[in-house]
């Protein structure tokens, strides 16, 4: 549907001004408000038809006016119809819908990435340059952002009612969602699925920036340690270099490259190895062995928080060469910055 | 009766008439006389009273919910008890109020005379049904009193299994129970129509309301034996620590979704379909024509129960399911629209050259239409899959089902119990009062749930115990229209109930209409008839009714 655009920005501007109407934030936004008008003129037509029907016959075939009824058994023509124009509109609803919602929840590959991890109650963010924040989320105008999510506890929902973006956040598998902010200012974030005693507190906000302030924004708060740092230290200190020293006489795979790399595995699958592969690879070892070794690494399972999963996966992600491995073989307290690789992401 | 009349009532002279001598109500007496009755009509006024004391129970949370929501602040109660406050709601409504509603009271009373059977297959069984309806209330209402449950009632792991310490085992099991309560009746229903319809009463001469409760009693027993093995697991996990819906012992927490939704999505039909087939009678009768296709509406109902159980990953789209399978089932709920949509269409023209009057039932009835219309076309939003990720979880939700569940259920119950109130209790209500009853619902109604709408397009969560302030002027609307839609509901009870002793006497059939439970005398004898009646017309054939109504005229004088 094409509504013509001076009178589209019009009628935006208008309803954005009313309070009946969320602002359009989001790239994402307006086609999602296209829809919505095109969902709601629907329903007011077939509302005013079904309407118009009802008080029609109602007029006309009152008692008064028409004593004695006629009966007639029905008319397939007419039951034709009404099942072909409804099902007709409910089929451009569909793929109309279909297509939005690939849109929304297909990223686009230069999207940067974010952590959000739920718990119970509240949102915390994790920037892959350290940043951490609680119930806020630090953004850039202009630039597509990509959440990768994980539950702690309890099933939680993220939405962002004025970008029209939402994503449920649930324990033991990693969702994701993005946007492109397009107005700078600070929006809701809900929490909308029921998780316990304050689901209604758990609200936060997001904040979006211009990219010279994001900037800003991203020196002052940052930790000193990115997440990829703060991994490094974990796999040091948990032993994982112990069998992923990077070396061929290694007793685990070398890990440098391995992301979104095709992998063998023992039993004969092959997988792609994303954030949640690499997760689930550290919590459940023995469902993933690699091809060529055997089933000894011991299981992480409820040794490690999602952050500190999220800190190691960030590590291995942006492992590009064995030399950060023989750094944390040989110094488990490393704080030196790495040769930089080209993908790797600096704040 | 003159035809300048805008009513078709047709009461026996006042002066004279009385109830019936013997009748199902006074055939034995002693509270133990009901408790212990195999009376399917007995049976079905257990289930009335039960259930309309349920309602103002949930009523009562619904009152105090809006309360709590007139402030954005978290003024009136704790955000736990405000939590336990929606829990309560739901499981009552749902579970004691929309499952069972018109099924066990209409349903129960009606099905049989309607076939012309003595009563359903298993008058024991429905005793028993009802008793297992009763204890499911009662352990409801040991949880909300031994300290409240806040799960919600879609009791989602694992929140209700790891982190709850309230009184969840005790919901759970209050659940279980109904369930087997619906599974008995949906069971009777089913053997009933099949075994026991009166010679002539073939499957195409049978009400609409009997096709309509043969659909509901298959999605029930088919549908709930899926919620009582996911509400089982639900309390092993909590008892044992079992792990199926806990990812750190390899279980999935989708799974208690997907086990739950299969039985919950079929059962929002289990709750409208019965309340379509009340529409089906009431407006054949106030328009006096037969339903406009009756084929196309009698199979369209069993069309919805079966595509009912291929949707239920639509309550999913936002869980992280693969974005082809959202498709699929996004694909599947435009489907099982149709049939709706047709309904409505048959509805409509069935009034088409028809001679119409407006009753109390055919008020109610109209506001069905307008309700649930605008309840199944906001239906469609959320079955298009990219709008449907802004609008689930928020008020958007909450207006949806409630104009399709209590626009639309709620406005069939009470149309039918307006309908058949003069055959159950031989009496009739006050017409003025109970037609400004009809329209104060109406309006209350739309005042309540309209603005919800909106604020779901805003963003605001359902299931909020305070929320952000610039959602307050739509929430005092709704607040406001609750309190008159609570004024709606009340009138009713009141006059019914003051029916009961003076109400005028109604006779066998005021509405003049076709169905067999009209030929008896209201109320009926415990029997219901007294010779096997052999059935020689179609449904809804009003030529065949003037005849015999004629017919009797000549033979008395
Ligand atoms: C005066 C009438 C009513 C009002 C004002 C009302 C109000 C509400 C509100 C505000 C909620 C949302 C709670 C929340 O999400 O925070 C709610 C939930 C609900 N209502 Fe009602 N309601 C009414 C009648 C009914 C009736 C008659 C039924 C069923 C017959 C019903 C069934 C439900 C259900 C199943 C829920 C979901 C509970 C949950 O989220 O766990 N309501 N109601
Ligand atoms: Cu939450």
Request: with cysteine; proline share 5%.
């Amino acid at each position: 549907m094409h509504i013509s655009p001076v009178l589209w920005q019009f009628l935006v501007k208008w309803l954005n001004a009313s309070a009946l109407f969320p602002r359009e934030a989001s790239t994402i936004a307006p086609y999602a408000d296209e829809l919505y008008f095109f969902l709601i003129l629907i329903t007011i037509l077939g509302l005013l038809l079904v309407g118009a029907l009802l008080l029609v016959f109602s007029v006309m075939y009152r008692k008064e006016k028409h004593p004695v009824a006629t009966q007639i058994e029905g008319s397939t023509l007419l039951e034709a119809t009404w099942t072909i124009i409804p099902l007709a509109i409910f089929l451009v609803c569909f793929v109309w819908g279909a297509l939005l919602y690939f849109r929304i929840y297909n990223p686009p590959t230069n999207a940067m990435n974010i952590y959000v991890v739920g718990k119970q109650w509240m949102w915390k963010a994790e920037h892959p340059g350290g940043q951490h924040e609680i119930n806020a989320l630090h953004v850039p105008m202009g630039r597509p952002v990509q959440l990768t999510m994980i539950s702690q506890d309890v099933f939680h929902s993220f939405s962002i009612p004025d970008f029209r973006v939402k994503r449920e956040v649930i324990p033991g598998r990693y969702t994701t969602v993005w946007f492109e902010a397009t107005a700078v200012g600070t929006y809701h974030i809900f929490c909308t699925q029921y998780c316990g005693t304050k689901h209604s507190a758990m609200i936060g906000e997001v904040t979006v920036l211009t990219p010279e302030d994001y900037q800003k924004w991203t020196q002052q708060s940052t930790s000193g340690m990115s997440l990829a740092q703060n991994g490094e230290r974990l796999f040091a200190s948990m032993g994982c270099n112990a069998c992923h020293s990077g070396n061929a006489a290694a007793r685990g795979p070398n890990l440098a490259g391995v992301y979104g790399s095709k992998l063998q595995l023992a039993n004969g699958s092959q997988v792609l190895v994303n954030d949640a592969y690499l997760r689930d690879a550290i919590l459940n070892p023995s469902q993933h062995v690699t091809a060529g070794y055997s089933p000894i690494m011991p299981t992480y399972q409820g040794q490690i928080s999602e952050d500190g999963l999220i800190d190691l996966v960030e590590y291995v992600k942006n492992l590009q060469t064995n030399y950060r491995v023989q750094q944390t073989l040989t110094t488990s307290q490393s704080d030196q910055t790495a040769p930089i690789t080209p993908e790797m992401v600096k704040p | 009766m003159s035809a300048t009349s805008s009513t078709i009532l047709n009461l026996p002279d006042q002066s004279t008439a009385t109830l019936p001598k013997k009748n199902y109500i006074n055939a034995e007496h002693g509270l133990l006389s009901w408790l212990f009755t195999g009376d399917h009509k007995r049976i079905a006024m257990l289930y009335l009273i039960s259930i309309t004391f349920f309602f103002f129970i949930g009523g009562a949370f619904a009152g105090l919910i809006r309360l709590e929501l007139l402030t954005p602040q978290p003024d009136l109660v704790a955000s736990d008890t405000y939590n336990k406050f929606f829990t309560m709601h739901g499981i009552i409504m749902i579970f004691l109020f929309l499952v069972p509603s018109v099924p066990a009271t209409l349903g129960n009373f009606l099905i049989p005379i309607m076939l012309g059977a003595k009563d359903l297959a298993f008058p024991k069984i429905n005793l028993l049904s009802w008793y297992l309806y009763m204890a499911g209330g009662t352990f409801t209402l040991a949880a909300l009193v031994l300290g409240g449950v806040d799960t919600g009632w879609t009791f989602t792991t694992p929140l209700s299994t790891h982190y709850l310490n309230t009184h969840v085992i005790t919901a759970a099991t209050a659940i279980f129970i109904a369930g087997f309560s619906s599974i008995f009746t949906g069971l009777n229903f089913i053997v009933t129509i099949h075994r026991m319809r009166a010679p002539g009463m073939t499957w195409f001469r049978m009400p609409l309301f009997v096709w309509s409760n043969y659909a509901a009693s298959l999605l029930m027993v088919l549908g709930t034996p899926v919620l009582a093995i996911a509400i089982v697991l639900v309390a092993l996990e909590r008892t044992f620590g079992i792990g199926v819906f806990d990812p750190t012992k390899g279980g999935d927490p989708l799974l208690f979704q997907h086990l739950f939704w299969f039985y919950s999505h079929p059962a929002v039909y289990i709750m409208i379909l019965p309340g379509m087939g009340v529409i089906s009678e009431v407006i054949s009768t106030f328009s006096r024509k037969r339903v406009f296709g009756y084929t196309a509406v009698a199979f369209s109902s069993v069309a919805i129960a079966l595509f009912g159980f291929f949707v239920w990953e639509h309550h999913m789209f936002i869980m992280g399911v693969s974005n082809y399978s959202a498709l699929v089932f996004s694909l599947l709920t435009m489907l099982v629209a149709v049939p709706s949509a047709i309904k409505i269409f048959n509805w409509a023209f069935t009034l088409q050259q028809g001679s119409i009057t407006f009753e109390t039932p055919m008020l109610y009835a109209f506001g069905f239409l307008g309700l649930f219309t605008i309840g199944g076309l906001t239906g469609v939003f959320l079955g298009s899959l990219g709008m449907d990720i802004h609008l689930t979880e928020t008020y958007f939700i909450v207006a949806h089902f409630h104009f399709v569940m209590v626009g639309g259920m709620l406005m069939a119950f009470l149309s039918g119990i307006h309908f058949w109130w003069p055959k159950m209790t031989g009496r009739m209500y006050p017409e003025s009062l109970s037609k400004l009853a009809a329209v104060v619902t109406f309006i209350g109604f739309n005042l309540t749930f309209l603005p919800q709408f909106i604020l779901g397009y805003l963003g605001m969560p359902r299931r909020y115990h305070a929320y952000p302030p610039e959602f307050q002027v739509l929430n005092v609307l709704s607040t406001a229209g609750a309190t008159v839609l609570g004024v709606g509901y009340l009138l009713p009870m009141l006059y019914l109930a003051w029916s009961l002793k003076y109400g005028a006497i109604a006779g066998n059939n005021p509405w003049q209409a076709t169905g067999l439970e009209w030929q008896i005398q209201s109320p009926p004898l415990t029997e219901n008839f007294i010779e096997v009646p052999i059935v020689d017309h179609e449904a809804y054939d009003y030529e065949w009714l003037a005849h015999k109504t004629q017919h009797e005229v000549t033979t008395v004088g």
